[in-house]
């Protein structure tokens, strides 16, 4: 079983949208939770990170996590173009700096 | 400031040579990873370092694999006998603080493409 499973799309959202990716996560233990981006040929980028139940918001992008139910979600407001990448999410384990990735959702918008 | 970087960019090699892929984290940052990274998926752990001390080794995926940061900053990923199973992107990342919580978020290098022939 996968530690850290996300659905792998392609996920295709009109622009000016919002676009929701979801990641859910089986150590109940985890602490720390990331979200990547990742153009395609590039490096992960990280977009967001959230160690407390609830929602976090940065600009157009929102984490919400929920323990009790082991799931992160990010969701992405005003989607444009540029936003279409895979997104990766992370989890860290709870003793250690060791973080798991998912396997990534690709994100489509469009025009 | 400068990011993580790591060299070479792209390493071709025979099967059977040996390779060192080295990375230089951000200045500060105590924490050094290495990942692999196979198209389509995401980054895979293989080992991590606090400090100079090997902290998790259990990603590496045989024994043919090693890494060291002897002086707790630049690291390399040493990869014995080849195999072309081992073509990958290899990355690394660093993150300013250990454990679980604030400071642990981890920011990447450009990676190194590994091809074996």
């Known amino acids: 079983q996968k530690e850290v499973e996300q659905n792998s799309g392609p996920l295709s959202v009109p622009e000016g949208a919002i676009a929701s990716l979801n990641c859910t996560y089986s150590?109940?233990?985890?602490?720390?939770f990331f979200w990547y981006r990742q153009y395609s040929g590039k490096s992960p980028e990280l977009i967001m990170f959230i160690y407390s139940n609830g929602d976090k918001e940065d600009g157009r992008f929102t984490a919400q996590l929920n323990k009790a139910s082991q799931y992160v979600s990010l969701l992405i407001r005003d989607s444009q173009p540029s936003d279409s990448a895979t997104y990766l999410c992370?989890?860290?384990?709870?003793?250690?700096?060791?973080?798991?990735f998912g396997s990534g959702t690709r994100l489509s918008i469009r025009p | 400031g400068a990011g993580v970087s790591q060299s070479p960019r792209y390493k071709v090699t025979k099967r059977g040579q040996d390779v060192a892929l080295r990375c230089d984290p951000i200045?500060?940052?105590?924490?050094l990873y290495w990942y692999r990274q196979a198209l389509g998926q995401g980054p895979e752990f293989l080992t991590y370092?606090?400090?100079?001390?090997?902290?998790?080794k259990s990603g590496l995926p045989n024994d043919r694999f090693s890494a060291e940061r002897p002086e707790g900053s630049i690291s390399t990923l040493t990869i014995q006998r080849t195999e072309q199973r081992d073509s990958a992107m290899y990355r690394c990342?660093?993150?300013?603080?250990?454990?679980?919580?604030?400071?642990?978020?981890?920011?990447f290098g450009p990676g190194t493409r590994l091809t074996v022939l």
């Open positions: 992370a989890v860290g384990y709870s003793s250690a700096s060791k973080i798991i």
């Open positions: 370092f606090n400090y100079e001390a090997q902290q998790d």
């Open positions: 200045s500060g940052h105590v924490s």
């Open positions: 150590d109940r233990g985890s602490q720390s």
């Open positions: 990342a660093s993150s300013l603080a250990e454990g679980s919580g604030g400071g642990n978020e981890q920011f």
